[in-house]
C-alpha cells in the first residue's frame, strides 16, 4: 500500500485529516498535530500543520539525533537480518519452541474473518485481563465485553482494507492466537499480536513469529519491519530472540515544554485508570456477602 493509500484509509476510519505544504496532517488532539504516515522523517521546518490545526504544537520524525527532542526505541529489523531469517538462524532453545509451537498448532492467513471473530473476541479478553493483573493493559476487558458490538464492526471494518495480512494459530479446531500486518511503502508494522492465556503452553505465538518473518523473508519489498516499542523486559528479550533489535526513531516537538507537562498529566490519567480498573476487576470477582 502506498503512503497516499494509507492516508486515505486513516480518513475512512474517521481520522481528522488535513494537508499542508504537500503534507497530511492528523489531529492527536485538540491543537496537536502529527503527519499521518509518521515514520517518514524530516528536517524541522521543511513541512508544518496549519496553524490554526496546530495550536499546542506539532511533532515528526527526524533523521538526526541532533535534531530530536525525543528518542523511542522500537524493535525492529532491517532488510539484511530479515533476509536471512530461518529457523536454522536461532539458537537452539527458540527453535525447540518454535518447532513444538509448529507441532501443536496449524498457522496460516486468515482469508474469511467471521468464522474467527467470536474466538479472536476471547483472545482479547483474556489477553486484556492477563495484563490488566500485571497493569500494563492499554485497553480493559470491558471493551470487548460491553463494547462487543462496536469491536465487531472496526474488526470487519479493517479486514475489508487493503494493505494488511492477517495470520492465526490453530489448536483444536480453535483460534488461539492471531496477528496482524500493515505495510505501508517499504515498511511493515507488527501491529497486532495477541494470545490467549490458556494456550500458552501450545507456544501458539513462537509459531506465528516464524511463519510471519518466513514470508517476510522471501518479500523484496519490505526492507523494514516495525514491532512495538522497547516496553516490558521479559516481551523484549522474547522478540531478541526472534533477532528484533532496539531500533532508536527520533521526534521533533515544535513546543517541547508543553509536550513534557502533557506526558505528565496523561501519564498520571494512565496510573488513575489502571488503578481504577484494577479495582473494578477485583470488586467483581470477589464473592457476594464476602466484601471487607
Known sequence: MTEA?????????GCRIHEHQGLAWRQRGPGFAQPVFEFRPFAPGAFQPRRLRALLGYVHQVPDASQAHRTVEFMAMDRPTLASYSLAALDGKKRNQVRQG?????????????????????????????????????TPPEAYERGADAWRTRCRRLFALPGRLWWGAFADDHLVAYAVTLHVEHCVFL???????DAFRRRPT??????LLEHLAGDAT???????????????????????APTPVHYYYSAPRLRGLASLVLHRLRRASS?????????A???????A
Not at 222 to 244: A, G, H, I, M, Y
Not at 276 to 282: K, M, P, V
Open 206 to 211: 513462537d509459531a506465528l513469529y516464524h511463519a
Open 102 to 138: 509448529l507441532r501443536l498448532c496449524s498457522v496460516h492467513r486468515l482469508d474469511n474473518l467471521e468464522p474467527v471473530l467470536e474466538d479472536m473476541r476471547q483472545i482479547n479478553i483474556s489477553q486484556a485481563t492477563r495484563l490488566l493483573q500485571d497493569a500494563t493493559f492499554d
Open 275 to 283: 488503578a481504577l480498573h484494577r479495582a473494578g476487576a477485583r470488586t
Open 191 to 197: 501491529e497486532s499480536t495477541k494470545t490467549h492465556s
Open 5 to 13: 493509500e494509507y492516508i486515505e484509509q486513516q480518513r475512512q476510519l
Open 285 to 291: 470477582q470477589t464473592p457476594a456477602g464476602q466484601e
Open 222 to 244: 519490505c526492507t523494514r519491519l516495525f514491532n512495538s516499542p522497547v516496553s516490558r523486559p521479559s516481551l523484549d528479550e522474547f522478540k531478541r530472540q526472534f533477532r528484533f
